[in-house]
Each structure stands twice: as structure tokens, then as C-alpha cells.
Nanobody, 128 residues
């Protein structure tokens, strides 16, 4: 059974940094594209960042570009999201997602429908 477990969330002040981790078990992530999504209270889930199997290609939402960095360590079966210069509007539950389906295109990876595996989420709260 594939499990994704996020960690690293918390309460921080605006301008701070956090690094989220997503540890995967039950499947080797080297066969998966990985992504982070987030959902704020009362809002739809939204795409944050995605990374292809090798780590050579990444995509970001415009709202986080230049502040967030997605990376992966296939040897540790873990994906990361480094979040810098956090803003109150970054407050949300952050979810890790994985897919083994082929194709890693900007228009495709931004849709949650592409991902078959999801974690339970980790809360990130940014105070002003």
C-alpha cells in the first residue's frame, strides 16, 4: 500500500521559511512525478509545484514562483518543498501527491486529477 506522509508544517511569522517533507512508502518514487498542492479554508485546492521523475523539470504556481522550491531525493524516497519569504496568504493545508502516469506537461501536472496518491496534509499557518 502506497502511503505519503507530510511533515514540517507549523506556525511562523511572515517572511519566515519552512521546509515540508513528504516521505513515501510502498512505492519507489523514482517511477513517479510528484507535486504539492494546498487548500486554504473556504477555498479550492490549488497547485503549488511539481517535479518530474528525475528532478530535472519543475513547475510552479505563479503565486509561489521565486519563493518556493520543490526537490526530491529518490534515494530517501522523499520529496521536499522549501518555502521562503512566507506570506499570510500561504496559509493552508499542504498536500503531497504522486503519479506514475506518463506525461509531465505544464498544463497537465497542475490538475489534481493526474495524481493517484495523496498524503493527509500538513498545516502551514503564516501570521502577519
Amino acid at each position: 500500500q502506497v502511503q505519503l506522509v507530510e511533515s514540517g508544517g507549523g506556525l511562523v511569522q511572515a517572511g519566515s521559511s519552512l521546509r515540508l517533507s513528504c516521505a513515501v512508502s510502498g512505492r519507489t518514487i523514482s517511477s513517479c512525478a510528484m507535486a504539492w498542492f494546498r487548500q486554504a479554508p473556504g477555498k479550492e485546492r490549488e497547485f503549488v509545484a511539481a517535479i518530474n521523475r528525475s528532478g530535472g523539470t519543475t513547475y510552479y504556481a505563479d503565486s509561489v514562483k521565486g519563493r518556493f522550491t520543490i526537490s526530491r531525493d529518490n534515494a530517501k524516497n522523499t520529496v521536499y518543498l522549501q518555502m521562503n519569504s512566507l506570506k499570510p496568504e500561504d496559509t493552508a493545508v499542504y498536500y503531497c501527491a504522486a503519479t506514475s502516469s506518463p506525461g509531465f506537461y505544464s498544463s497537465v501536472v497542475r490538475s489534481g486529477h493526474k495524481y493517484g496518491y495523496w498524503g493527509q496534509g500538513t498545516q502551514v499557518t503564516v501570521s502577519s
